[in-house]
């Protein structure tokens, strides 16, 4: 059984940072991509970071670049996502997920998630 459980949300002002962890169990976790994504309510599912397996590539969605750090460590199962400069507007629920072998952009590519994380950003 695969599990994933992201850590590392709450409340932070404008301007803050955070640092989201996603722990993987139950997955043989180098040949995994990792994914971020976050979704706001009433809106879909956005791509915010992901990684490859060996951590080698990685990319990020536009609304984030230059102010999110997505980065793993194989040898803890865990990926993270360093949350700099924030804005009201990364207000949402943040997700890990994981695809085996090959990165992507698009949420349903991924195979397994974790439950959330809420992330609130306050002006």
């Known amino acids: 059984q695969v599990y994933l459980v992201e850590s590392g949300g709450g409340l932070v002002q404008a301007g803050g940072s955070l640092r989201l962890a996603c722990a993987a169990s139950?997955?043989?976790?180098?040949?995994?991509?990792m994914g971020w994504f976050r979704q706001a309510p009433g809106k879909d599912r956005d791509f915010v970071a992901t990684?490859?397996?060996?951590?080698?590539?990685?990319y990020y969605g536009d609304s984030v670049e230059g102010r999110f750090t997505i980065s793993r460590s194989n040898a803890k199962n865990t990926v993270y996502l360093q949350m700099n400069s924030l804005t009201p507007e990364d207000t949402a629920v943040y997700y890990c997920?994981?695809?085996?072998?090959?990165?992507?952009?698009?949420?349903?590519?991924?195979?397994?998630w974790g439950q959330g994380t809420q992330v609130t950003v306050s002006s």
């Open positions: 990684i490859s397996g060996s951590g080698s590539s990685i």
């Open positions: 997920a994981a695809r085996a072998l090959l990165h992507s952009r698009s949420p349903s590519d991924y195979n397994f």
């Open positions: 139950g997955l043989t976790f180098g040949s995994y991509a």
